[in-house]
């Protein structure tokens, strides 16, 4: 019986909070103690984090050369910040690997 009326409440939820801009919603609960947020495509996340001063991405020198930049750790730890070991593979680079392990996977016996 809970969920018997979800899909019109669902849809009578989405035709009210259309009519004012998420800033609005955002504030209204907050003021309400309920954590909200916008959701951010993913230019606008990016976006986001340069506004709050934080750097989303990273850019690793491989053999002198920088690597294509990549998406940073979210978390700051200040004693222990992460660590970036190695660049992500070129494309195909471990083709060969993956398909070994996945025949020799594959092949044996469930234990």
């Known amino acids: 019986d809970r969920v018997a009326n979800r899909a019109a409440l669902h849809s009578e939820l989405e035709v009210r909070i259309a009519l004012m801009p998420v800033a609005h919603w955002t504030s209204l609960l907050a003021t309400a103690g309920v954590p909200s947020g916008k959701v951010n495509d993913i230019g606008e996340a990016f976006e986001f984090a340069q506004q709050l001063g934080l750097d989303a991405t990273y850019a690793r020198l491989d053999?002198?050369?920088?690597?294509v930049r990549q998406i940073a750790n979210p978390i700051t730890l200040s004693k222990t910040p992460a660590k970036y070991w190695r660049p992500p593979p070129g494309l195909g680079e471990h083709d060969d690997d993956v398909r070994s392990w996945l025949a020799t996977e594959w092949t044996r016996p469930a234990t």
Do not use: H, I, R
């Open 63 to 67: 053999s002198g050369v920088e690597a």
